[in-house]
């Protein structure tokens, strides 16, 4: 983790974490790693139910809230972080920032381009910092990945394939539920095109799209995608669903050697990273941990957290999904 502890803290004392909403990644991710960061108190739990919000504050000994807009209201909350489904990310994010408070935001920001960009340059008005929970970008074997495409051990770079896919759950999961956002592009899709960015960088272009529900989900349960990354001709093919065998990995293909990194995308803090056929494993890495210590440090510096690359990712997933132009609204 972050060794300046000191450079994490608000005005010299921990970062008060108020949480919408009880969902699971909450409950089993989030508030333990909150609670184990030295830069983070949780100091509030709110939830429309007030017995979830008392079962689910009392591990942490903090209050428990009936309504969100009541945890908004409370001067002892620094920061807000919005589990809750897909759909009412922009609205909830956007009454955080407007009450004066940073926010960490599951993914996506917003569904739509447009209200991605707005909520990013609200909080830049309000010296706010919003953050995307996209955890794995803070782990540091994808930056040794990029090292080694650096120094040219894979030779030319010529493709970059990521799949990020997941079995089938109850079938009353609110990933299923069209009205909330669902569906496998805003639950998986977003990894693999966030590791096309941050491996290559933004100049990705979209060539082709599918989505499909095989399995009779209700919603896009799989989806593929063909990109490419214009500045070198690097073909990008990205696979996600909901319905799927587990499958967590990318593999980038140079002209000399090809390098795939299992356990991409949701690794265990425990699990020894192996950039495959390297034979030198890397150290683990808790990178749930280590994406608290980031939101805490933008925080505290008052900026936003990959800001251009989370508008860029909300503008090609738009685009994989067929979505209306840029500036049209659905406002769920």
Known sequence: MHDDRGSDMVNGSPLRIGVLGCAEIARRRMLPAFAACPATEVVA??????ERARETARPYGCHAVTGYR????????????VPLPAALHAHWTRAALEAGKHVLAEKPVALEPARTAELFALAERRGLALMENVMFVHHPQHEAVRKLAADGSLGELRSLHAEFT???????????????????????GVYPLRAALHLLGPELALLASHLSDPGGL???????????HTPTSTAVTLGFGLDHAYRSAYTLTGS?????LTHAFTPPATHVPRLLPEEDPLEPADQVALAVAAFARAAARGRSFAADTTVRQSELLAQIAGAPPAGSRRDR
């Open 256 to 260: 000399r050697s090809a390098l795939t």
């Open 218 to 228: 209700g919603v896009p349960s799989a989806g593929t995608a063909l990109l490419v």
């Open 45 to 50: 739990v709110a939830s429309r139910d007030r």
């Open 166 to 188: 997941v079995p089938r759950r109850p079938a009353d999961d609110i990933r299923y539920r069209e009205d909330l956002g669902g569906g496998a592009l805003w639950d998986t």
């Open 70 to 81: 009541a945890l908004l209201a409370d001067p002892d909350v620094d920061a807000v972080y």
